[in-house]
């Protein structure tokens, strides 16, 4: 299947097993600097403990060993039902526990809102619309209501759910095929850098991880960056080969989709795929090389030109983005990017839910000012060991199944394939990169998990072939150990126990942030459409806590805001009476309602036409 490492049969000379021996004495020194004084959950230390008693029971390994062997050794006819396999069981498992844990199937976070509300737009041909008359009723979080109406961030992702909104397809479900299809490509990659059985273990692996389940519904860009970006290294693997033209087509439109998606994560795999394009090119015929590089750079331009033409429709130049744009309007002397921190910057948005978030932005710009690289460095790699190897998402004091660090410097020495580097070396520039960011957040991780899983599995592959003569205790029982800290780390099999024990039955969240439910699931049924929804906002009193997360302003199902089913904007107080006067010219009929955001109660004003006229009527 590849180079690797040593397969049975080979030469395991003591080199080899020094390699590994040193790994594991790295790994483990990196599990007790990371993780010391903080225990594993007792599910993982269970999880271990079964399989150490199962192992010691020859029908057990031999049986495990057959396994692993029969799945190494699949034929090539097999792989597609096996690839087919893993994305209809990643799909139905990733429903089916959404479905257990009670999770929202609606957009509650200003992330997948935005980008709703740009899929609507470019499902319609348009990258901004025109600014709407009563705009500052509309103004709302990440979303530009002047000069144009325009989500702020890059378009890649909206790209991708456009067929959503034209099929009328729920907005989860098409974030589930995503995360289907990464299983998928994930299982394929690593079969053809390792075996199937390496690969089967990958996925088993990235379903185990917290930020590919809480992704998996969400119609954000994080798990379609992902996805283009291993449709992008399987296209260039298939182009190394003998540079053909098709792949370098492939190759092109995968990167190119991936700057305007993730442009951090794009230059992440950029740079070492790049690098190995042009390691490559020496030993292909000269035309095909430079018809390649040609190929690949034509395929990329019409998603190169479509983010140019956005940020020059936005802010008015080629070259700066919606992204910095917002900053500049909202926090004026805030860089989206870098180390700067502006003093004194005061938000200019006059909701206070904006000013409520924005202060907490600046708060956090200030604090990541005074820290230095190093040190941010040193946050972004414990934030990337921790996210991507199993764990439990209560479980925010340890890396949970920690002891799985053990294994990622052995993976790391036994690299010898150079496709496999090509894939884990994005995961330096990411954290690198994400050092100049003020925040990375959990499921930013998900971007480089490919790389890491691999190095796990790598991991797990050396130790069992490291040593032939105990192949059957060691080649059993590492592989089933992965596999019983990935299955301990599920949802299924967790509880708070930060709760007390008579509240921690079904308590497990993927999604721990949960939205009030009632903007998308009572709203409906309680106005009579056409709906014009005005939400009050209330002051918050001494003490108490908003969540700015939980905003309702947002129309994720149209593009043209006028024509809402349900049209959401806030209450103005006094201004009120200009977007009712506005609807009242043109769609009389629509019912006006009050909404308290405190109390979630529904106050029916009549329609717009009939409150127009009683305002015109002399007392």
Same mark, same amino acid.
């Given at each position: ?31 007790? !600097? ?57 799909? *139905?498992?990733?429903? #089916? ?19 709703? /509300? ?51 397809? &729920? ?20 079969? +053809? ?91 292909? &015929?000269? =035309? ?15 998603? *190169? ?16 983005? %919606?992204?910095?744009? $917002? ?28 000013? *409520? ?15 230095? @690289? ?6 972004? /790699? ?38 496999? !580097? ?15 960011? &003020? ?51 599920? &949802?299924?099999?967790? =509880? ?19 939205? #009030? ?19 009050? $906002? ?13 905003? %309702? ?12 089913? /349900? ?9 009120? @009476? ?10 009389? +009929? ?30």
């Amino acid at each position: 299947m590849n180079d690797s490492i040593v397969l049975p049969g080979q030469r395991h000379d003591a080199a080899i097993r020094g390699r590994v021996m040193a790994g594991l004495v790295l790994g483990g020194g990196l599990w007790l !600097l990371l993780d010391r004084g903080r225990r594993e959950s007792i599910q993982h230390w269970i999880a271990l403990a079964v399989v150490a008693v199962a192992c010691l029971i020859p029908q057990v390994r031999n049986l495990t060993i057959r396994l692993i062997d029969r799945l190494r050794n699949a034929a090539p006819r097999g792989m597609n039902l096996l690839t087919l396999g893993v994305f209809a069981a990643v799909f *139905l498992y990733l429903l #089916t526990t959404a479905l257990w844990q009670a999770r929202d199937l609606y957009p509650d976070w200003h992330d997948q809102q935005m980008t709703l /509300i740009q899929a609507q737009m470019l499902a319609r041909g348009r990258l901004w619309m025109p600014r709407h008359p009563c705009a500052d009723f509309f103004e709302t979080f990440y979303v530009f209501v002047k000069p144009v109406y325009a989500a702020m961030y890059f378009p890649g992702a909206a790209l991708f759910f456009v067929p959503g909104v034209w099929l009328h397809l &729920p907005e989860w479900l098409l974030p589930l095929i995503a995360s289907a299809l990464v299983a998928a490509m994930l299982f394929r990659i690593v079969s +053809e850098l390792s075996d199937p059985a390496s690969g089967l273990l990958a996925v088993i692996v990235l379903v185990s991880l917290w930020i590919f389940r809480l992704l998996s519904l969400w119609a954000m860009s994080h798990m379609v960056f992902t996805l283009l970006a291993l449709w992008a290294f399987w296209s260039w693997m298939k182009w190394r080969r003998a540079g053909s033209l098709v792949w370098a087509i492939s190759l092109g439109i995968a990167l190119g989709w991936m700057a305007i998606t993730r442009p951090i994560d794009a230059v992440s795999y950029g740079i070492p795929i790049g690098i190995a394009i042009l390691i490559s090119l020496p030993k292909l &015929p000269a =035309r095909r090389g430079i018809a390649s590089i040609v190929l690949i750079g034509v395929a990329a331009v019409p998603f *190169l030109s479509l983010q140019l033409i956005l940020d020059k429709g936005i802010t008015g130049h080629w070259l700066k983005s %919606p992204l910095q744009y $917002y900053d500049d309007i909202e926090m004026p002397g805030v860089k989206a990017f870098g180390v700067d921190s502006a003093h004194d910057v005061e938000p200019t948005s006059h909701l206070p839910q904006k000013q *409520l978030q924005e202060r907490a932005i600046l708060a956090l710009q200030s604090e990541f000012a005074k820290k230095s @690289r190093i040190h941010v460095l040193g946050e972004r /790699i414990r934030s990337l060991l921790k996210f991507t190897l199993p764990t439990a998402r209560f479980d925010d004091t340890s890396f949970g199944a920690g002891v799985l660090l053990v294994l990622l410097p052995v993976g790391l020495f036994s690299i010898r394939d150079p496709r496999a !580097l090509v894939l884990v070396s994005p995961i330096i520039p990411f954290v690198v990169g994400y050092s100049f960011y &003020p925040e990375m957040l959990d499921h930013y991780c998900i971007a480089v998990a490919p790389g890491m899983i691999y190095l796990l599995v790598l991991g797990v592959r050396s130790v069992a072939f490291a040593w032939p003569s105990a192949r059957g205790i060691i080649g059993s029982s590492i592989p089933l150990a992965v596999v019983a800290l990935a299955i301990a780390s599920l &949802p299924e099999l967790h =509880r708070d126990t930060s709760l007390p024990a008579e509240d921690r039955h079904h308590t497990f969240d993927d999604d721990s942030f949960s939205a #009030t439910g009632f903007n998308y699931e009572t709203l409906p049924d309680e106005v009579e459409k056409p709906a014009l929804v005005l939400y009050r $906002y209330w002051k918050l009193k001494p003490g108490e806590q908003r969540n700015f997360n939980d905003e %309702p302003v947002y129309n994720v199902d149209v593009a043209d805001i006028d024509k809402a089913p /349900i049209i959401r904007a806030h209450d103005l107080g006094d201004r009120d @009476r200009e977007i009712i006067d506005y609807y009242a010219k043109i769609q009389p +009929e629509r019912h006006v309602y009050i909404v308290d955001r405190e109390t979630l109660q529904v106050q029916s004003l009549g329609t717009a036409g009939d409150l127009a006229k009683q305002w015109k009527t002399p007392k």
